[in-house]
């Protein structure tokens, strides 16, 4: 049904989201994605009322790296 499309579609999203990450931090695809799975990004991507799925996937990706630099500071 409705659900399985947006689900299918949110994991195409992560999937870009990955790549864009790996290739902005010159990593693999697998540690980014390790990376967007602990982050605070992913859970509010998950989080329908937060509506981030909307967004582009650039500005997830920069959201992903704000995330990183505040976490190490």
Same mark, same amino acid.
């Given at each position: 049904?409705i659900?399985?499309? !947006?689900?299918?579609q949110?994991?195409?999203?992560?999937? !870009?989201?990955?790549t864009?990450?790996?290739? !902005?931090?010159?990593?693999?695809?697998? !540690?980014?994605?390790?990376?967007?799975?602990?982050?605070?990004?992913?859970?509010l991507?998950?989080d329908e009322r937060?509506l981030?799925?909307?967004?582009?996937?650039?500005?997830?990706?920069d959201s992903?790296?704000?995330e990183?630099?505040?976490?190490?500071?």
């Amino acid at each position: 049904g409705i659900v399985m499309i !947006r689900d299918s579609q949110l994991w195409m999203k992560i999937g !870009r989201i990955c790549t864009k990450l790996a290739k !902005r931090l010159d990593i693999t695809p697998e !540690r980014a994605f390790d990376i967007f799975q602990m982050s605070k990004t992913n859970k509010l991507l998950h989080d329908e009322r937060s509506l981030l799925y909307l967004m582009s996937d650039l500005y997830i990706v920069d959201s992903i790296i704000e995330e990183l630099k505040t976490a190490t500071c």
